[in-house]
């Protein structure tokens, strides 16, 4: 047998020789010969090479004692089972029947088992509860003469002559569950002294306490004492941290008296005559059934400074997940520019978040703290007043920074320092803001995505590809953020992370200095914590007027209702959710009908795909030519298939996606904006994925406005978002509605 693997070995050399190389190989299996170019030694060298590679059609020595070549022929043997064998081999057969039988009826049986299915799913989900609550069956009281009169969106509003001294009692029924929080929004409205937030002449209150009791079906009341109070903004003499009987310190109740402390909020003030928000945690309790809330608010440290309007909301929620402790963008500008706040006082309480939280969330691509204290001492120095004069903004690496490495997420462009800032970056800087480094992107912003994890829970994604920046802002490292979006990388994020993103119109800030991917999709927009934030930030980059969302709408909006083409990959979460938050819009007075898009729009859709892709063959024409190694097998795998079409494809995509422009504004006549999902449904575990942005794709295209606001959070505690989608040009309309909609949610 080796004699007649030698000879088939010696025959393919002999073959290769003659057949590819035009050598006769014969002489130098002997010997060196002078008119052959191949040598002996060079000859056994091809000779071990064939030797090495397994032959089919080659018999197996199957004694044990002689070669073998693992795929030759199978030996002439019938392998049979044993009694025990066969059994097994009997049992596994009748399984498989089984479940072939089982899969055959699937079929026929699958839309009652999914209806069974989602009707569990959504019992869960209600059960889990949004991360804010109202409360039911409510009621206020006072022993004073004060008047409560319940408003359309949720808030109690006071009347009456202030007393010297007010307690108001809230009583209300509490479902059974856990509960962790007490959420006070204290709200402006006109018939207050100065249209401020409290009753007393100069428009301020002074909380002096704050109460939580839980009175159970049997009539026993227990005290549950305040484990943390924060608040977004305090009068400076009056922090919440005063709050008696029991003022939080690091943590750690100490009595004081509630007659000489309390939290204020200096309504006297036009620029603090704004919502300001108290949050209360107490350890985690369990309701049982039958129970009922007290909460009693005490205003006793100044005569007559109660407050005017509030509403009151619970949660059992993480209390992480619930935290005011980082400020608004708007609310530091505003304290900047009052002097109460420095630019360099905000900028250390980012770095020391950052310092905390970093090393888990990984949201920088870059951050250099030296150089964040040197533009902050600078911006505190003086110059004149700018709208976001001292506030920290986190750039998405693939718009270039003068002063910071621009490395598109990708190994190509590692260290890469641009001479100039992009555009975006500049209209920043003019307007007063503070660089504080670049967030992470996928890959070039597309798919393969960067190490970022999500502030609500580290095992899931963030989203993308704005990953850095959804992030950064959730976890508080800096209030404001440019994300970009093609696909959905700014609206699916920052949904992830339960903060506000804004698409802006195409075109609303330029893209000069972008590592632009497809022409006819990329836009730049926002991330932040407030949908007025992202008012602010965009008004004070472009000139243009954003409005302000925080105004009382002259009515009630009318929304169009559509999960769009991708409707089938709504999870059952983001079925639930739509159905709450439609329910919650026509509680609040809006009118709320849902449509159907007509079948342009579906085709643009599908042409969503192949535009992004092709341009993006174009945009990375030379990472392709010099450096395809160092790309993402995801990345090479979709531009090869988008190279495979030819050029009237992209054009045909591109006319399709003009007419879906052109029919958007007849599709949704008559109503003042889109309600949609924002993500088919929570963060997907895991970060090596961001996500389906199918629930965005539609909007980009279309090149309109759109917005998400947080919608509380999802079956495994994540949170969602609710998204509203305008025409072209109707930005402040569709950022209005946003914040309207956070309000009636």
């Not at 049982?288 to 929620?317: D, T």
């Amino acid at each position: 047998m080796e004699e007649w693997f030698a000879e088939n070995v010696i025959d393919r050399i002999e073959t290769t020789g003659s057949t590819w190389m035009a050598l006769t190989m014969n002489c130098c299996r002997c010997h060196d010969h002078k008119y052959d170019p191949i040598s002996q030694k060079e000859f056994f060298q091809f000779f071990a090479y064939f030797n090495s590679n397994d032959e089919s059609g080659v018999l197996v020595d199957v004694s044990g004692g002689g070669p073998t070549r693992s795929r030759g022929n199978t030996p002439p043997l019938l392998s049979l089972p044993n009694e025990e064998e066969q059994k097994k081999i009997d049992e596994a057969t009748a399984r498989l029947t089984e479940a072939e039988a089982t899969l055959k009826a699937t079929p026929a049986a699958q839309p009652e088992l999914f209806a069974k299915w989602l009707d569990r799913k959504r019992a869960a989900f209600s059960k889990e509860g949004v991360a804010w609550q109202a409360l039911s069956s409510e009621k206020v009281t006072s022993k004073e003469k004060t008047g409560f009169k319940r408003l359309d969106d949720g808030t109690w509003l006071t009347s009456g002559r202030p007393a010297a001294k007010e307690t108001y009692v809230v009583e209300a029924d509490l479902a059974p569950g856990l509960l962790t929080a007490v959420r006070l929004e204290t709200l402006p409205d006109d018939t207050h002294p100065g249209k401020s937030l409290g009753r007393s002449s100069n428009g301020n209150f002074v909380l002096s306490a704050f109460e939580v009791r839980l009175k159970t079906a049997d009539g026993k009341t227990t005290n549950l004492p305040l484990v943390k109070a924060e608040s977004d903004y305090d009068q400076p003499g009056w922090s919440i941290a005063k709050l008696g009987p029991a003022p939080m310190t690091k943590g750690k109740a100490k009595k004081a008296d509630s007659s000489k402390a309390g939290w204020a909020i200096g309504g006297n003030l036009p620029e603090n005559r704004v919502a300001r928000k108290a949050i209360f945690t107490v350890a985690p309790t369990t309701i049982p059934a039958g129970a009922k809330l007290i909460l009693v608010m005490r205003h006793e440290a100044v005569a007559q400074h109660s407050i005017g309007r509030f509403r009151l909301n619970v949660s059992g929620q993480d209390p992480k997940l619930l935290s005011l402790k980082t400020d608004t963008a708007s609310e530091a500008a505003r304290r900047i520019a009052a002097g109460s706040l420095t630019a360099s006082a905000l900028a250390e309480a980012c770095l020391a978040r950052i310092a905390e939280r970093e090393p888990e969330v990984r949201a920088f691509a870059w951050l250099d703290p030296a150089l964040v204290r040197r533009g902050a001492a600078a911006l505190d120095k003086g110059g004149p007043p700018a709208p976001l004069k001292g506030i920290p903004f986190g750039v998405k690496d693939v718009l270039d920074t003068a002063d910071m490495p621009s490395q598109y997420g990708s190994p190509i462009w590692a260290g890469h320092r641009p001479r100039s800032d992009s555009a975006a970056v500049a209209m920043a800087r003019t307007a007063g803001a503070l660089i504080i480094g670049k967030t992470i992107t996928t890959e070039f912003a597309t798919r393969h995505p960067g190490a970022t994890t999500n502030p609500a829970n580290k095992h899931h994604t963030p989203g993308g590809s704005s990953s850095g920046s959804a992030a950064g802002v959730a976890a508080g490292f800096f209030p404001l953020a440019f994300g970009t979006q093609t696909g959905g990388s700014i609206i699916r994020p920052a949904a992830f992370c339960g903060i506000v993103g804004f698409k802006p119109s195409f075109g609303a800030i330029h893209r000069g200095g972008m590592k632009v991917m497809s022409e006819s999709h990329d836009t730049i927009g926002v991330m932040a914590r407030s949908v007025a934030d992202c008012a602010l930030s965009m008004g004070a980059m472009t000139g243009r007027d954003y409005g302000n969302p925080e105004a009382k709408l002259p009515r009630a909006p009318r929304l169009a209702f559509t999960l769009g083409p991708p409707a089938a990959k709504a999870a059952p979460e983001t079925l639930a959710l739509m159905e709450r938050a439609i329910a919650a819009c026509r509680k609040a007075g809006a009118e709320v009908v849902e449509i159907t898009l007509p079948e342009v729009m579906t085709e643009a859709f599908d042409a969503h795909e192949y535009v992004t892709n092709m341009e993006s063959v174009q945009s990375l024409g030379w990472e392709l030519a010099a450096a395809r190694a160092q790309l993402s097998d995801t990345i090479k795998e979709k531009l090869d298939w988008a190279k495979r079409f030819p050029t009237a494809q992209l054009d045909s995509c591109k006319a399709t996606q003009a007419k879906a422009r052109a029919a958007l504004p007849g599709a949704i006549e008559g109503f003042d904006a889109v309600i949609t999902a924002s993500a088919a449904g929570e963060a997907p575990a895991g970060i090596g994925w961001t996500g389906d942005p199918s629930f965005n794709a539609l909007w980009t295209l279309l090149h309109g406005p759109c917005v998400t606001v947080p919608a509380g959070t999802g079956p495994q505690g994540l949170p969602l978002g609710v998204q509203i989608a305008g025409r072209i040009g109707e930005d402040d309309k569709v950022l209005a509605i946003g914040e309207w909609l956070r309000g009636a949610l």
